[in-house]
T-cell receptor, first 115, second 116 residues
Framework: DTAVSQTPKYLVTQMGNDKSIKCEQN?????MYWYKQDSKKFLKIMFS???????INETVPNRFSPKSPDKAHLNLHINSLELGDSAVYFC??????????????FGPGTRLTVL | AQKITQTQPGMFVQEKEAVTLDCTYD???????LFWYKQPSSGEMIFLIY??????QNATEGRYSLNFQKARKSANLVISASQLGDSAMYFC?????????????FGTGTRLKVLA
């Protein structure tokens, strides 16, 4: 069984479109995260939710909006996509809020390409 | 300002040998966490090891150990008995609090190649 799943795995879209990436974890974890990895492999945390409550909200454009309908899901909606949004987006989950000794489990990533 | 630095863009190691990947950090906050992640060429991210700033002992997980030198502000990852499957990008990361807000930053990564 997949612990953290993301859909879609690949997403190719035109500039200006609105798209969503879904994330689900079946580990019973309380905390979920979104990370962005750019073409130079630079990683940045974007958001974190703990029990459906937003706890990390890094300086990302407000075109990005996370939504957590329940603690097993954390979706990422992106409005008015721009070329610079092209990246790999990783979802992750952990039982506890980091910092902790708790392992984070990552999804397989969603490669977003904006044309 | 808080910062994480990985100075080795690439490293080679012979199979079965040990290798150390460097990570230095900068923070004035006494409470922080240090993490290492592995990213193979397939792209997935794998959490390896965690060290808390108040932990007295160095963290170990199987063949991975974190050489935590608080005074030097370094958190090097040591991989013992390297295997071909260890070839990957390795990222160091740090968590900390700033004005009541939780923050999490990554280094630029080190690409490790294990040679047969």
């Amino acid at each position: 069984d997949t612990a953290v799943s993301q859909t879609p795995k690949y997403l190719v879209t035109q500039m200006g479109n609105d798209k969503s990436i879904k994330c689900e974890q079946n580990l019973g974890h309380d905390t979920m995260y979104w990370y962005k990895q750019d073409s130079k492999k630079f990683l940045k945390i974007m958001f974190s939710y703990n029990n459906k409550e937003l706890i990390i909200n890094e300086t990302v454009p407000n075109r990005f909006s996370p939504k957590s309908p329940d603690k097993a899901h954390l979706n990422l909606h992106i409005n008015s996509l721009e070329l610079g949004d092209s990246a790999v987006y990783f979802c992750a989950s952990s039982q506890l809020l980091v910092p902790s000794t708790d392992t984070q489990y990552f999804g397989p990533g969603t490669r977003l390409t904006v044309l | 300002a808080q910062k994480i630095t990985q100075t080795q863009p690439g490293m080679f190691v012979q199979e079965k040998e040990a290798v150390t990947l460097d990570c230095t950090y900068d923070t004035s906050d006494p409470s922080y966490g240090l993490f290492w992640y592995k990213q193979p060429s397939s792209g997935e991210m794998i959490f390896l090891i965690y060290q808390g700033s108040y932990d007295q002992q160095n963290a170990t997980e199987g063949r991975y150990s974190l050489n935590f030198q608080k005074a030097r502000k370094s958190a090097n990852l040591v991989i013992s008995a390297s295997q071909l499957g260890d070839s990957a990008m390795y990222f160091c990361a740090m968590s900390f609090w700033v004005s009541g807000t939780y923050k999490y930053i990554f280094g630029t990564g080190t690409r490790l190649k294990v040679l047969a």
